[in-house]
């Protein structure tokens, strides 16, 4: 029988030690990811629906991106914004979903949230039928343009854009502007 040396103590209470801090470390990633959820799942909930078609393939693709976001935690060393961290990954997931579903169009518009700081929605049918139009001219455009309009609307400056894109702030410039010629050509259509 193999006696218990001060080597197999030390060896014990050092293993222990690290399934304290692995233990620590998952409890603190999953706090910081729920924190993450509740603050940014409305803003998620919207990328994800506009670039799909449908409920249920919008939670397919959300999931898709709390997965990878959760994955991705641990990797994290805070050299951008979370807020950066969290959209690049969302932006990924997304254009993987168009990749994989490239012959299906997307027209239908469930849940993409447009704020109308207007009239409630009784008093002015021509509002709601503008923020439609604008609702399928942005579902329209092309992914990098969608891209850039879409991450402007949550409020991200060229900066992170570029940072969650991986493109020039300058480019960013530029495509933000072809978005807004093109959105603007297409509400003329619609008119």
Sequence with gaps: MKSFTATDA?????????LERETLDRTRQ???FERIVTEHGPALSRLAASYTNTH??????????AFAIWQALPKFRGQCSERTFIFRIAHNRAIAYLSRHRSERVEALEDFDVHDPGPGPDSNYSQRQRVD?????????PPPYRQVILLTLEGLGYRDIAAVLGISEGNVGARLTRARQLLQDAMEKRK
Excluded: F
């Design 10 to 18: 030390l060896n014990d209470v050092t293993a222990n030690k690290i």
């Design 30 to 32: 999953k706090e910081q």
């Design 56 to 65: 249920s393939d919008r939670d397919d693709l959300l999931q898709e991106t």
């Design 133 to 141: 139009n604008l609702r399928k001219a942005v579902r329209a455009l």
